[in-house]
């Protein structure tokens, strides 16, 4: 049973994008009415309103995306106050960041790290523009983080994937270490591997790319190529390596599309981590690519277009919404994936850009939804 | 442009085509008709057509894609028959009554003059209740098989049909089979809503768009 825990009334037009923070009770939007809002995953508090981010995009923001803590979540600087931040692209072509000056707090250090996250999701924290970051031609459909922060990586209608370098913890300079070009239409979502650095571009060329970097030089090669669907490919997103039916040796990715499909697809190829331990000289270059297959397709539900899908890193479950305004959670039950329940007019008539799994701050874990009623929908199983 | 892309263009008489839109007096009507039929002749005499310049709307103050007023009161009309249940379901000539009169862009001609929009090839599927989504599914005729602005039309009548039908109205436009030589690809692009969200964002694009709903009824 998928039920309603709260509807918030976040914006006058679409909203089209929510994302998570991956460790406090956040979440953020990106709306057609130009602006974004940060709310806090509080059932006690009502899911109060932290921020209102606007005045800054001259269009539609498309997507919104949560920086990881520095490190990462498996490997957080120790007594380290992370503070939260977060990237939006707009149909305006340009990427801005947000975040937080740290706490003015009148608390000793222990102290503050006790009440961590209540000091850093306090709606009297001033969220602050902290770059805008200039450079595609045209609409930018998403922007990701890596699960290190360091990397953030956006996409087009013109046809490119770019992926920005910037310091974590300060974000104050963004360096364009890629341009890549391989798609040959509009991308329509990028996403980041939650546990390594590996990109995936879904686009209207009705195909999906994996990136990763050479093992010879800096630059980023396009190292896969999911052919399948038959339709503009809408959304796709890793397997987090916590999930339980996860398996080490073995990459997953699902990708949901206009024909109507969700997709499973694996790849098994060794995983070439290039960080100073694992290096392989130039002089003994091994290939990069990846070979993926189409593992499955998800049994049919949706009627219209599907655009967005999220996968629990917690339990394995994939949840997909789309133009129907139909939720729908599978599960994959020793290795067949069975649809687990179905939440119909889930925005009323209106179609759903957006799902995420996300966590609320007493530890439970809920669906968030983003609809063209400008409702975020909030949703318990 | 310097040239129509299309410079003769085969003409449907306006008293011929379906409406359910309220008509004129007789008395009037005919003088009305007779005007235009002598207005047609004119335009059709002439080899080349004022038109709109789709390159060069650059920078002007651009209008709602429909008048304010003309908007608020197609959507009381709408509340209202809804509240009253006068009329429960969309049918096609409502539909095509919404979009039979809006403007060829290269034309001084409407899209139901030109044949491009045809009430047999609108077709709606009410769901039972309106809770629930329903559909339409409109085939437009370009004039020519190579007609670059077959997106421009069926870009209008989305913006037009999405602006005065309810939001459980799922839009598709397709262009009738066999017409149009690349097809695939403005169907592919009239129905991606992510296009049509931010061309509607377009200023250029917004101002060819309000010229040719300017001629809705």
Not at chain 1, 328 to 342: M, Q, R
Not at chain 2, 11 to 25: E, M
């Amino acid at each position: 049973m998928v039920n309603l825990l709260t509807s918030i009334k976040a914006h006058t037009d679409k909203a089209w994008s929510v994302s998570s923070h991956a460790t406090l009770p956040l979440i953020a939007t990106a709306s057609s009415d130009k602006t974004s809002k940060i709310y806090k995953l509080s059932a006690k508090h009502k899911f109060p309103l932290i921020a209102k981010l606007e005045d800054t995009h001259q269009r539609s923001v498309r997507t919104v995306s949560f920086k990881p803590p520095v490190g990462g979540v498996d490997n957080p600087l120790a007594n380290y106050l992370d503070l939260p931040a977060l990237a939006s692209g707009s149909f305006d072509s340009t990427i801005s960041v947000w975040g937080i000056d740290e706490p003015d707090q009148d608390l000793d250090e222990d102290e503050i790290l006790a009440h961590q996250a209540e000091i850093l999701t306090s709606p009297s924290n001033e969220w602050n523009l902290m770059a805008i970051i200039e450079g595609h031609e045209n609409e930018i459909k998403a922007v990701d983080w890596n699960y290190s922060g360091n990397l953030l990586a956006s996409c087009s209608r013109d046809k490119t994937v770019w992926i920005w370098e910037t310091d974590p913890e300060t974000l104050e300079e963004f360096e364009c270490i890629s341009v890549l070009n391989d798609h040959q239409h509009d991308i329509k979502d990028v996403t980041w591997h939650p546990n390594q650095n590996l990109l995936a571009s879904s686009s209207y060329d009705d195909t999906v790319r994996i990136y990763k970097q050479d093992l010879d030089d800096d630059d980023w090669s396009c190292v896969g190529i999911l052919n399948g669907h038959e339709g503009t490919v809408w959304c796709s997103r890793f397997e987090n390596k916590h999930n339980p039916q996860a398996i080490d040796s073995k990459v997953r990715l699902v990708s949901v599309s206009d024909d109507l499909t969700a997709r499973i697809w694996s790849s098994t190829s060794e995983i070439t981590e290039r960080d100073g331990s694992e290096y392989i000289p130039s002089s003994i270059k091994q290939t990069n690519e990846m070979v993926w297959e189409q593992e499955a397709i998800l049994p049919t539900a949706h009627k219209y277009a599907i655009y967005s899908v999220a996968w629990s890193s917690r339990t394995g479950k994939i949840v997909t919404v789309g133009s129907d305004s139909l939720i729908v959670i599978y599960k994959e039950i020793d290795g067949v994936w069975k649809i687990e329940s179905t939440k119909q007019a889930a925005h009323g008539v209106s179609e759903i850009n957006s799902v995420i799994w996300a966590t609320l701050d007493d530890g439970s874990e809920v669906i968030v939804t983003a609809g063209d009623d400008g409702y975020i929908n909030i949703w318990t199983q | 442009m310097s040239d129509p892309i299309n410079a003769n263009p085969t003409i449907v008489d306006v008293s011929s085509l379906p409406t359910r839109l309220t008509q004129q007096p007789q008395s009037s009507e005919s003088k009305y008709n007779q005007r235009h039929h002598e207005l047609v002749d004119k335009i059709v005499s002439l080899s080349l057509l004022p038109k709109i310049r789709v390159g060069n709307v650059v920078d002007e103050q651009v209008p709602g894609l429909v008048s304010d007023v003309e908007m608020s009161s197609t959507d009381e009309e709408l509340e209202e028959e809804e509240e009253e249940g006068v009329s429960d379901d969309i049918d096609e000539q409502e539909v095509f009554d919404l979009i039979s009169s809006i403007s060829d862009p290269e034309h001084p001609l409407t899209l139901a003059q030109l044949a491009v929009v045809n009430l047999v090839d609108i077709s709606i599927t009410n769901a039972p209740t309106k809770s629930q989504i329903s559909e339409i599914l409109i085939r437009i005729t370009p004039t020519i098989t190579h007609c670059s602005l077959a997106t421009l039309i069926g870009l209008g009548i989305r913006v037009r049909l999405e602006r005065c039908l309810p939001a459980r109205y799922r839009i598709k436009i397709l262009i009738k089979e066999g017409t149009h030589q690349s097809e695939n690809q403005v169907n592919k692009q009239l129905n991606d809503k992510e296009r049509v969200a931010a061309a509607c964002e377009n200023d250029q694009l917004l101002g060819v768009i309000s010229q040719m709903l300017s001629t809705c009824k």
